[in-house]
């Protein structure tokens, strides 16, 4: 279950719409591997998991290491994301009426599976990391403790065992 109780099928089950394949609105600190819009026509599926899973350790990394309680897609990123990808597949082969399972068994259905452009674009959006199309929530959200997550100004490699200034 997502934000107010959504639930992903539900939301999904005429208009499957996630950003990059990875995330899904109404969906708090929720990622996924080749979602909808995901370079499944494109060569090895295998590179585009490994692709992923760096984008998505990077999101986890920033809320771990900058105080972030969660995550989630902005409004209207998942369909914006969409919009721009099923109208670069519209004037793709992808697009030419025939039975598929790209287009749910259907001959004139969208392409909800594939990415809008070449696998290697696909990985440089990765490598963009836009976390502005996201909301983040702190963990101390009063402005004073805003920078709470810079501890104690050092490095853990910096300190011994027991917490303690090596200097």
């Known amino acids: 279950m997502g934000s107010d109780g959504i639930n992903l099928q539900k939301q999904w089950s005429e208009n499957p719409e996630a950003y990059l394949s990875v995330a899904a609105e ?3 600190n929720y990622f996924q591997f080749m979602g909808p819009g995901a370079p499944v026509g494109h060569g090895s599926i295998i590179s585009s998991c490994e692709r992923i899973s760096l984008w998505i350790c990077d999101m986890v990394g920033k809320m771990q290491t ?17 919009n721009q990808m099923l109208a670069w597949l519209d004037k793709t082969v992808w697009k030419e009426p025939c039975n598929s399972s790209f287009k749910n068994g259907t001959s004139n259905g ?14 440089e959006l990765l490598n963009l990391k836009r976390y502005e199309d996201f909301e983040w929530t702190n963990i101390n959200p009063e402005p004073e403790l805003e920078f709470a997550w810079l501890a104690n100004g050092f490095m853990a490699q910096e300190l011994d065992n027991h917490g303690e200034d090596n200097a």
């Open 110 to 123: 969208s392409l909800y599976s594939f990415h809008g452009g070449s696998r290697l674009h696909y990985f």
């Open 66 to 82: 900058q105080n972030y309680s969660s995550v989630k897609l902005k409004t209207g990123k998942a369909k914006a994301w969409q």
């Open 26 to 28: 109404n969906m708090p």
